[in-house]
């Protein structure tokens, strides 16, 4: 059974940082390309960042300079450092697990709310 598990969302006030991470487990975390996409109330899900096998990043425009993917195939674990959050990063941010021969894997998500 695969899993993705993202934790680390919260309430922060605007210009704060939180860090939210995802662990997979049941597939071969290495050889999948992994991502985060969040969705606000009433807007579609979108992408934030992803990270290919190789350690390549793609960021959003709207994130560019804040956000840092990285991920650590030692633990299965892929992560978000999101720095100068803003309002407009209030959503719920999900973990995805995708490669070229199947299908793609989503966790459940994790809440983040900037909020002053």
């Known amino acids: 059974q695969v899993l993705l598990v993202e934790s680390g969302g919260g309430l922060v006030q605007p210009g704060e940082s939180l860090r939210v991470s995802c662990v997979a487990s049941?597939?071969?975390?290495?050889?999948?390309?992994m991502g985060w996409y969040r969705q606000a109330p009433g807007n579609q899900r979108e992408l934030v960042a992803n990270i290919t096998r190789a350690g390549r990043t793609n960021y959003a425009d709207s994130v560019k300079g804040r956000f840092t993917i990285s991920r650590d195939n030692a633990k299965n674990t892929v992560y978000l450092q999101m720095n100068t959050l803003k309002p407009d990063d209030t959503a719920v941010y999900y973990c995805n697990a995708a490669a070229e021969w199947t299908m793609d894997y989503w966790g459940k998500g994790t809440l983040v709310t900037v909020s002053s």
């Open positions: 049941g597939i071969a975390f290495s050889v999948y390309n």
